[in-house]
């Protein structure tokens, strides 16, 4: 099946509609996807120098101060948890994998993340970052997952 014959399903003999929830619900995905991989590029140096955390040191410093709650000695841990749960969400979402399962921990760990920021920086910075936002967005997903094909509107 193309992307083309997937945007667009047959609604009746002779005409076609642009299938809105699929699209809506690949960009979501899309969009999810991107934004963990892309903390995990940065993390790792994979972008520009000057660009992001340049490194993984730069990142555990980060994760110390939005854990500065936390006692640290977590950090290591916390830092590494984070970066395995984002490449996995990140890769698993990109792959259409699992797909409520996929979402829900992805909208869990986005708002732990935000909390995490609220406690310690203030309820702004997450709301400045859109991270509760990326989170509700995850939360739809479990709810609109892509059907098998564009003319498939049967939930399982």
């Known amino acids: 099946m193309t992307i083309a014959s997937a945007l667009f399903a047959q609604t ?4 076609r509609s642009l299938n809105w929830e699929w699209l809506g619900v690949l960009y979501a995905r899309i969009a999810l996807s991107a934004a963990f991989l892309s903390g995990i590029a940065s993390r790792f140096g ?3 120098k000057g660009a992001g955390y340049g490194n993984f040191a730069n990142f555990m410093r980060y994760t110390a101060e939005v854990n500065s709650f936390m ?3 977590t950090i290591p841990l916390l830092a590494w948890a984070a970066t395995a749960a984002e490449l996995f969400f990140g ?3 990109l792959l259409g ?11 869990i760990l986005l708002a732990m993340f935000g909390i995490a920021m609220a406690i310690s920086f ?3 910075e997450p709301l400045d970052y859109s991270v509760f936002s990326a989170s509700a ?3 739809l997903l479990i709810f609109h997952t ?6 498939d509107t049967h939930r399982h």
Do not use: D, E, F, M
């Open 137 to 139: 967005a995850a939360v």
């Open 12 to 15: 009746g003999a002779k005409s």
């Open 91 to 93: 890769v698993a979402l």
């Open 122 to 124: 203030g309820i702004k």
């Open 71 to 73: 006692p640290a000695s």
């Open 46 to 48: 994979l972008y520009p």
């Open 97 to 107: 994998v699992w797909p409520r399962l996929i979402a829900l921990g992805s909208a």
């Open 146 to 151: 892509l059907p098998r094909s564009p003319t």
